[in-house]
Structures are given as C-alpha cells and as structure tokens.
C-alpha cells in the first residue's frame, strides 16, 4: 500500500495547477485523497482532469482563489515572487512548498527511479510507466508529458514501485532518494541556472549521491557528458554503476538498432546472453531510452525477458514524434524537441522514417537564453530538413532579451545551407505550410511551446473546402 498522504499535502493549493510537473503531483495527491485545488491561466484540457479527479481548478490567478484552510501553497521555480496568490499565502502565513518537495514526499517509503538528463527524460519515465504496468506491477508515475495510452501523465498505484521524471534545470531533482538513479545524458543547457559545464557535472554529482546506499545508477556509455560523471562518482562505495550503450565496454550494451518505419527493433547483449524487442516509436536515441528502462528495471530486480517484452507495449507520449494525422497525402507529426541535440536526434529519426519523402519542419524556439547560447546550433540542425519555416521565439516564463530573436537561427539555418522562411504571425503558418507540402510528404511541428497547436489547423487547410 502506498504511503498515506502528508498532513502537509492534505488540502494543497497549486499555482500553475495545469503545468506538466504540477498537474501530475496534483493528480496522484486527489487519487490518494487529498482536498486538491490550484489555479492556471488559461482553461486546458488537464484542467478539466483535473476536476474529475475533485479537484478545484480556478481558472485566472487572485489571492481570493487560496482557500483560508489552505495546508500549503504548491509552487514551481517559474512561479513569480508577485503572484497574487503566493502573496496571500504569505499573509495567511500558508506554508510554501516547491514542487520538487511535494513529489518527493509522495515518493518516501517507496522503491523509487528517478530519470534524469538533459534530455530523453519524459520518453524513457514513460517507457518504464508503461512496462510496469503492462507486467502488473502497479507503479505510481509522475512524468513530464502524457502518455499516449492512458492520456495522463501521472498516477497512484498499488504498488511499491514510483516512477518519477527528475527536471535538473532547477536543481529540483535533488530532493530525490532513488533506489535507481537514471542519467541519459548531461549537456550544458537552462543557462539562466547553470553558468558552466561545471556546475552541471556538480549538480548531477549531487543528484547520484543520494541515491539510497546499495541503490544503482543506470548511465550512458556513449554519450560524452554522461562518461564524464561516471569518472566522477565511479568510486562512491555505497552505489553500483551500471552503463549502457553501444560502447563496447558498456554493461547493456546495444548491439543492433534496425528501423522499421515508425517503429524499431533491438538487440541489446545482458548477462552474456543476447535480448531482442520491439520499441515502438523511431529513431536510434529512442532504442537507446528504452535499453535504458530496460537496465532500470533490472537495477529493481525485474526479469528482462518480461521487461523487454512489456516494454514494446509503449506507443509513445504526447509530443514526443506524436503522429497528430493525415490529410492531403501528407502526415503531421508533432515534436516537443527544443534543444539541438534532441532536434537533430528526432529530424535524424525522422529521415530515415520519410524515406524519399520529403521532410517539412516548423519550428518555434523555446526561451530567448537557449535561443541566445544554442541558436546557432538549433540552426544548423533545422538543415537535416528539406524545408523549414522558423516561428518567433516562445518567451515561456523568461522577458524578452535585447537583440535575441529567431532571426538568428534563420541566418545559421541558411549559412548551413538550409531553405528557411521566416514567418512572425503563427496564424498564417497553415497557409504557408499548405503551400509547401506536397502528397507523401512529413510535416513536423517542432518546440516546446505552442508550436503543438498548429497540427489540427495544417491538416485542417491541407484538406481544403
């Protein structure tokens, strides 16, 4: 049975209640029964799941909103200090909690992974929310993006196993005692929050040292940032490393990755003997997130015949190379990539599944300090495309910075020989798109942001009258 909730955490108040973290600890705390209410901007979708689950969910942000019998005021770091309602919590004297130690307090007394990285996070969580489920082992999860199956992106099990993204742009991810630790990958990244390969290698330091004594990190073998800090901890005498990749010397290594259209098949070598599976969405880097959660969930002590096995029943997670639709002879797929390494990762996947069909990309660059430090890059990824179109810049939580715009991944797209058109007004992109597009083509929708919402409206104009 899982953990009663907090006496903290018993009637919670959520600012920003419809946000990917927030939404999910919200869930899992009304299923355990927990009096849950919060606010948002705008009305969503997870709003309303929210409400089926009880919850109250204000749609606007007031200081009449927080309930005076409040236990405590959810916060994430992109909550401002004047929120109206941080401020009246502040008056009621309402305990503040961020929501790294609101997901951590539903973790304690449970065999706990936590997945880490720059990026692959939210894939590789869901693949082993997925597994776990499918072998009836009834895993608590609480992930970065919702599942394509169950359509959420969290839930409270039965089970003794919790399955939890853990975000390091913030240094969140530190409140975490895992049993296994996961790091796909460390980059330099968040750059409001980290000034320096340094400090990023100290902070993922940080997050592996508390993994429980006798508990195991799961790590890449090919990816540089990765090898990197296993240099680092190699010889902390209470943790068991185990690598993964192609590398030769890696523990779980993968020995053969054949695409299949939108699909994959791996051969990993574990234990001496060699494994092969189905991971259902394309790409090499999403073959290597699920050897990934086959290694964690082996750290747990889950055969990895069954695991492998279940774990080809994944189909996939929202935005994550989401196939949105066809029309007109031309599929829409949508893409949450936003740093280069994950843009080039998916437009790669994307290539081989195309075929001889032509690959069309919109992109929309997330944040003006990634655009002002990897814009270059984000550029020259966008030439792996045979069109692109380039959307203004998506500020998110961030004020805009001087002289940063997308036109600066426009000029390194075309210096890297790539065909680009600008476009500043999202509404038209349709327009533009269907004017582009020809039968057989892959559309990609592309960013962290609202970039999402152009898919139905592309599909829309591609159909016609």
């Given amino acids: 049975m899982a953990p009663a909730v907090p006496s903290t955490m018993e009637r919670p108040h959520f600012i920003g209640i419809g946000g990917a973290g927030m939404s999910g600890i919200a869930k899992i705390l009304a299923q355990r029964g927990a009096k849950v209410a919060g606010s948002d901007a705008k009305e969503t979708a997870t709003a309303q799941s929210l409400r089926e689950l009880g919850a109250t969910v204000h749609i606007g942000h007031a200081a009449e909103h927080l309930a005076s019998d409040a236990s405590c005021v959810v916060v994430s770091s992109a909550i401002r200090a004047d929120n109206p309602e941080l401020a009246r919590a502040a008056e009621l004297s309402v305990p503040v909690v961020h929501r790294s130690d609101a997901l951590a307090s539903l973790m304690t007394g449970l065999r706990s992974i936590a997945v880490a ?3 692959g996070k939210t894939t590789t969580t869901s693949m082993l929310a997925v597994a776990l489920t499918e072998l009836g082992l009834d895993p608590s999860y609480a992930i970065g993006g919702d599942l394509a199956g169950p359509g959420t992106n969290a839930r409270h099990g039965e089970g003794d196993i919790f399955v939890a993204e ?16 996961v790091v796909l990958n460390v980059e330099l990244d968040h750059h409001a929050n980290y000034a320096s390969m340094d400090e990023i290698y100290d902070s993922f330091e940080t997050f592996v040292g508390k993994v429980v004594p006798g508990g195991t990190l799961v790590i890449a073998a090919d990816q540089p940032g990765a090898v990197e800090l296993t240099s680092r901890v190699r010889d902390l005498s209470t943790l068991k ?62 055969p990895a015949h069954n695991l492998a096995s279940a774990i080809g029943k994944y189909t ?25 390494t994950e843009m080039t990762a998916d437009l790669e996947a994307m290539r081989g599944a195309a075929a001889n069909s032509r ?19 984000m550029g020259q ?3 792996l495309a045979d069109a692109s179109v380039v959307l203004d810049i998506y500020p998110a939580r961030e004020d ?4 940063i715009t997308s036109a600066l991944i426009v000029d390194a797209a075309r210096a890297a020989g790539a065909e680009v058109t600008a476009v500043h007004d999202k509404a038209s992109v349709p327009d533009v798109v269907a004017g582009m597009a020809k039968p057989g083509d892959l559309v990609l929708t592309m960013g962290a942001g609202d970039v999402t919402d152009l898919g139905p409206d592309i599909m829309a104009r591609l159909a016609g009258p």
């Fill in 117 to 119: 990285g720059t990026h």
């Fill in 166 to 181: 853990a975000d390091e742009s913030d240094r969140s991810f530190h409140k975490y005692d895992p049993e296994v630790a």
């Fill in 241 to 302: 490393v185990v690598t993964y990749g192609e590398s030769p010397s890696a523990d779980v290594r993968v020995h053969k990755v054949t695409p299949r259209g939108l699909t994959s098949e791996v051969t990993v070598l574990l234990d001496g003997r060699f494994l092969t599976f189905t991971v259902s969405v394309p790409g090499r880097h999403y073959a290597h997130n699920a050897v990934a959660a086959l290694a964690a969930g082996v750290a747990l002590g889950i």
């Fill in 316 to 340: 996939g997670v929202k935005r994550r190379l989401q196939l949105k639709g066809e029309a007109a002879g031309v599929q829409v797929i949508d893409s949450y990539a936003h740093h280069p």
């Fill in 359 to 377: 690959l069309l990309v919109v992109f929309q660059p997330h944040l003006f300090s990634r655009t002002q430090e990897l814009g270059t890059e």
């Fill in 381 to 383: 990824a966008l030439a």
């Fill in 400 to 403: 805009p910075i001087p002289g």
